[in-house]
């Protein structure tokens, strides 16, 4: 396939990271001012045929398809990035109509996993931290009395999914690394409450992640099995990723990012350390174009690319730049900078063919498709951009 130069163009080796940086937010700012009102009434998750799908169509439950996705924060989450950035009222009024249709996956217990933080952090949390809205904080509150309610203290560790549909895996003892940054809604609700169970229970939780899905080299695992009963751990899982042993990439970022954000909100210097170890991990593994693959260590062939595990690791490699001492900023921030600029370069779509910005997504690397948009990568990168214009909003 010829390459699309019109809206993969990136930076070019007379261009400056400045000028990179700041054609890259008009192009995202041009974007988003036609694509939020052409999917207002939308909450997507892919394109079809180019085109937003919409996960909020008929409002019924589908643990795969439906209002109770996970991914489904992340469009209200980029529309409240750039009510941020523009002061638009547009983003705002677009933003509150997902975080709206979301108030039905409320009435349904049963479709509701770990990833509710992942749901209401970028939607009702961010409309409340940037406006104040009463029916968002009681949404986030909510929210993270539903999280708080998957903690198991026989293992210190939040359930990750419930009963599978099939009647297959019996998962009352599965955690999995992405937790990490659900528990930013816990860290959230316990500072704005006062109340230091939902505090404790994230700690707990990020404890038992930094012992047992950590390996000593900074790669992780993605599930972590515990027998729900004595606590006692039972085995590990591939996963998303090639297989057991393997480095699953998003895991990678998810880790990076999630163990930050806990420094960030508790202090504690572990937290940070386990942060560090997992991104010089991933440093460590980055090709020399910049394009991150579904696992580090799959075959060469078929080598699939996953642009959500770059861009998430570029914001939380920044992330991990604001918290460090001076002399150590620059590793973390050239290597976001490296990922962001290969995306830009090879993977973004900037124009109207199609309404996703990133476009090498993979969900899994044994699912049967790869390679096609998914809006949370979209979200992670505006949001590193963002950190690095230094306009961003905290939404973790």
Same mark, same amino acid.
């Given at each position: ?13 007379q261009?400056?990271?400045? $000028? ?5 937010? &008009?192009?995202?700012r ?19 045929? =180019? ?6 169509d008929g ?19 980029? +529309? ?19 975080? $709206? ?9 049963s ?20 406006t %104040? #809205? ?5 949404? =986030?509150m ?8 998957r903690f198991?203290?026989?293992? #210190? ?11 297959? #895996?019996d ?22 409450s006062?109340d230091? &169970? ?14 047992y899905?950590? &390996?000593?080299?900074?790669?992780v695992r ?12 039972? &085995?590990?899982? =591939? %996963? ?12 990678q970022?998810?880790?990076?990012? %999630?163990?930050?954000i ?20 991933f ?34 490699? +920044?992330?991990?730049?604001?918290l ?14 490296? +990922? ?7 993977h ?40 690095l ?8």
């Open positions: 396939m010829e390459k699309e130069s019109k809206w993969m163009e990136g930076p070019n080796e261009e400056s990271e400045q $000028e990179w940086l700041d054609v890259t937010i &008009r192009k995202i041009q974007k988003m001012d036609w694509v939020s009102e052409k999917s207002r009434n939308k909450i997507p998750y892919t394109t079809v045929n =180019g085109e937003h799908d919409d996960k909020s409002g019924v439950y589908n643990a795969d398809d439906g209002l109770n996705w996970w991914c489904n924060g992340f469009w209200g989450g980029m +529309l409240w990035l750039m009510y941020h950035e523009t002061g638009e009222e547009k983003y705002r009024e677009i933003a509150r109509i997902s975080e $709206e249709k979301l108030d039905w996956c409320f009435m349904d217990y479709g509701l996993h770990h990833d509710v933080g992942f749901m209401w952090m970028p939607t009702a949390v961010a409309d409340y931290r940037l %104040g #809205n009463p029916d968002s904080f009681r949404r =986030g909510h929210a993270a009395n539903l999280l708080a309610g198991n203290a026989n293992g #210190n560790f939040i359930r990750a999914w419930n009963d599978q549909p099939d009647g297959g #895996n998962t009352r003892g599965w955690a999995i690394i992405d937790c990490m940054i659900n528990l930013s809604l816990l860290y959230w609700a316990g500072e704005e006062q230091p &169970r939902f505090t404790r229970i994230a700690m707990a939780h990020a404890d038992t992640a930094m012992k899905f950590v &390996r000593p080299d900074g790669s993605h599930i972590v099995e515990f027998d729900p009963w004595s606590g006692q751990v039972v &085995r590990d899982y =591939g %996963g998303q990723g090639y297989g057991q042993g393997s480095s699953w990439t998003r895991g970022s998810w880790g990076i990012y %999630g163990f930050a806990s420094y960030r909100h508790t202090g504690i210097r572990e937290y940070l350390d386990t942060a560090k170890r997992i991104a010089h991990y440093i460590a593994n980055i090709p020399e174009d910049g394009l991150i693959p579904v696992d580090f260590c799959q075959p060469e062939k078929p080598c699939w690319q996953d642009d959500t595990a770059a861009a998430i690791a570029a914001s939380g490699l +920044l992330e991990i730049a604001r460090v001492k001076e002399e150590e900023q620059e590793m973390y921030r050239k290597a976001a900078v490296k +990922l962001l600029q290969a995306l830009t370069r090879e973004c779509c900037f124009d109207r063919s199609n309404d996703c910005f990133l476009q090498k997504c993979s969900g899994s690397y044994h699912a049967p498709e790869h390679e096609f948009p998914i809006i949370y990568g979209d979200y992670y990168f505006i949001e590193a951009m963002l950190k214009k230094g306009n961003d909003i905290f939404m973790w």
